[in-house]
């Protein structure tokens, strides 16, 4: 089964227009939405969710593809196959976030360094915390939104941390990460969020977002 010419096969260049331009144009597109992508993908991800080692060579491959909707494929399959992931994976996944980046992909694959930092907590302190002082803005990110399922587990040092080393900018996707970040919080702590951005000066993108609960 080649997903690549079965994708290629299926493209509609009708939808592919507003498809890319919603992604400000930044990356071609094929033009198939969610649900025709899963539709064309289901057997394949039946068969490879069965993997018992992460197919990174598949992975990459769809990196290198230039249409968007191969890089919504690899990032469906590590979904399928969550639970292969360990620490050691950490290397390919900061590869991932640095490629080919922008909000749908880096949320995305977010999902997936919240599971790993869960399960291995080791992944926070030995890799997470050095995004947060990176000069890429998607590494900024995600050190900020990692935790977002994580509830009343959540580090709110690390949080803290990941939060006022990267607040004094104007730089959209770090504000709106931030805020995004303590209004999903505050439906666990909203006392801790209050006081929190009481006692900091945030950007008002970061205010209005985190305040959506309070």
Request: glycine residues 2%; charged residues 30%.
């Amino acid at each position: 089964m080649d997903i690549f010419q079965i994708f290629y096969n299926n493209r509609n260049e009708e939808q592919a227009i507003p498809m890319a331009k919603y992604m400000k144009n930044k990356f071609p597109f094929l033009g198939l939405k969610k649900p025709e992508r899963n539709g064309l993908s289901k057997e394949l991800l039946k068969v490879k969710r069965k993997d018992t080692n992460i197919d990174w060579n598949f992975v990459f491959k769809c990196y290198d593809m230039p249409e968007r909707e191969f890089q919504y494929l690899a990032i469906d399959y590590m979904e399928k196959v969550k639970k292969l992931f360990t620490p050691d994976d950490m290397g390919n996944i900061e590869r991932l976030l640095m490629a080919k980046s922008w909000w749908d992909s880096v949320d995305a694959i977010n999902r997936i360094v919240g599971h790993v930092a869960m399960e291995y907590p080791e992944v926070k302190e030995d890799i997470i915390a050095k995004w947060i002082e990176s000069n890429n803005i998607w590494l900024n990110r995600v050190s900020i939104i990692f935790q977002l399922k994580y509830k009343e587990k959540t580090d709110t040092q690390f949080l803290s941390k990941a939060i006022l080393s990267n607040s004094e900018t104007n730089e959209f996707f770090i504000n709106k990460a931030i805020g995004w970040a303590l209004r999903e919080y505050s439906k666990t702590n909203k006392e801790w969020v209050k006081n929190f951005m009481n006692k900091n000066t945030l950007h008002s993108l970061s205010v209005r977002e985190g305040s959506k609960y309070l």
